[in-house]
T-cell receptor
């Protein structure tokens, strides 16, 4: 099985930086995905980490430590539109797109 | 990136009936995946659909309840059989897409199912 844990809720103000953590315990770890999901919409792909280290993509960065079973998503220069649920998902085995999701972190950005 | 179309986008169904959800991709993909997102919850993988073979189901999901077809490399269907109100969820299909410098997994827009 797999155990994927992330905070349920976070709040931050516009322009700030927020870090959403995700820890996991799983066998056959392949890689880790982060998704953004606005209410009533499908998840939108943000990042994929397979190697240790930081991947930067504009205002969003994602970090992975395979040895620690730990990842984080870093959001900079927060905007109101960043208010959404952020989902951490682990890929296991040889099939990359076979994902197991955490419960999601609901981020609220205040003006 | 792959473009995924799901039909229907939403439906309201009577308990005891079945609904078939279609997923069409604009490019050939080896694997397609079906997920369920119950109200207020995260996504749960139902099964992996391979072309030319039976789908692989996750623990807690069975073929009799969620039969899946995968007739070719661009299309799949998921049927929710003998529905009950507990099946009210968003059902999403997904594909993995490997480019030269990126690996991504995309989702369709989902089918919002309400069982009454």
């Amino acid at each position: 099985g797999q155990n994927i844990d992330q905070p349920t809720e976070m709040t931050a103000t516009e322009g700030a930086i927020v870090q959403i953590n995700c820890t996991y315990q799983t066998s056959g770890f392949n890689g880790l995905f982060w998704y953004q999901q606005h209410a009533g919409e499908a998840p939108t792909f943000l990042s994929y980490n397979v190697l240790d280290g930081l991947e930067e993509k504009g205002r969003f960065s994602s970090f992975l430590s395979r040895s620690k079973g730990y990842s984080y998503l870093l959001l900079k220069e927060l905007q109101m539109k960043d208010s959404a649920s952020y989902l951490c998902a682990v890929s296991r085995g040889s099939t990359l797109g076979r994902l197991y999701f955490g419960r999601g972190t609901q981020l609220t950005v205040w003006p | 990136s792959a473009v995924i179309s799901q039909k229907p986008s939403r439906d309201i169904c009577q308990r005891g009936t079945s609904l078939t959800i279609q997923c069409q991709v604009d490019s050939q993909v080896t694997m397609m995946f079906w997920y369920r997102q119950q109200p207020g919850q995260s996504l749960t993988l139902i099964a992996t659909a391979n072309q030319g073979s039976e789908a692989t189901y996750e623990s807690g999901f069975v073929i009799d309840k969620f039969p899946i077809s995968r007739p070719n490399l661009t299309f799949s269907t998921l049927t929710v059989s003998n529905m009950s109100p507990e099946d009210s969820s968003i059902y999403l299909c997904s594909v993995e897409d490997k480019a030269e410098d990126a690996t991504e997994a995309f989702f369709g827009q989902g089918t919002r199912l309400t069982v009454v």
